[in-house]
């Protein structure tokens, strides 16, 4: 028997299962798929055989353990011993948090692997659609993180009454953190995305500070946007050049196909999302949330009055 008056409800019975399917099908393929076959020596053959193919193997059975927890969530366990665990809301949404972590560990580890192996060598396009895949997951999970309560005793960025500004931002912030990871062989995107990871989780809390820093880190993102999309179209033919002297097939339609849907695109949804948290009413219904001291009632007791007076 399921649980009653769960929100989300079907969303348990339906996501966490495909999200075990397809861990499951990742587990198996890192073990068994080849790593640079034949030029790197030692560093090459089977995922089995390699560190990386049971690093890249062993992180899909965390998100599957915390998937399968969630899923047996939606069920009322009546008669079981764990229903104190699995009807818990704060030890569900440590097990939420937990597993949206993972998942995002999960996708640095394969984008970090690039360094010494390519997965689905020699095409990357199947690991960058991997990952934009995996990317998506995080704004469901925390989607869900959001709505899972019977009884709300916050609101988060995704709640159902959350303004639809503040639910898009945070989808888009949180899927930008883990699709920057495709260039993660870069140190530097690194720091900067679990920077953009620490301040998605603040904002996804509607704490006060991160949803007055959140337009600004989008605006910075499109700034930076716009700088590297002037740089790609100035060294453009250079680029090219230097990519056909090493045999690698990237010409002008490939170029201007990135610079569009990795540069501009991203940007202007940046700028469009940033711009529009620039109302009074936003911050004013933040601040509802969660009062200060100082803007509370004080109740005042009255019953001293009486007394002076008698």
Known sequence: MLRENIPLQKFRLSIFPLIIVIEIALSALF????YYEGEFGVLSGRGYSLFFGWLLAIIPLFVIVGAI???LSAFSLSNSPAKEFFHSDKKMQIVGFSTIFVVYLQIVSMAITQIYYVPFYPDLTSLYLLIIALSLFLPVLLYFMANFEIEPSATYALSHETPTRIKLAAIWLIFL???MQIF???WEILVVGLILLVVSFFFFQLNRLSVSLVPIVLII???LSAVMTAIA???MYSQIELFAGIDFDFGFTQQILFVVFVLIVPG???IILGQSFFRKWLLAWVRSLYPETGMELIQYDYSD???EEE
């Open 184 to 186: 993660s062989t870069l």
């Open 31 to 34: 073990l068994s798929m080849p």
């Open 305 to 307: 009055d009486d007394e």
């Open 221 to 223: 993102h499109f700034a």
């Open 177 to 179: 953190t883990g699709v």
């Open 268 to 270: 202007l949804i940046s």
């Open 69 to 71: 927890l969630l899923f």
């Open 233 to 235: 179209f100035l060294i």
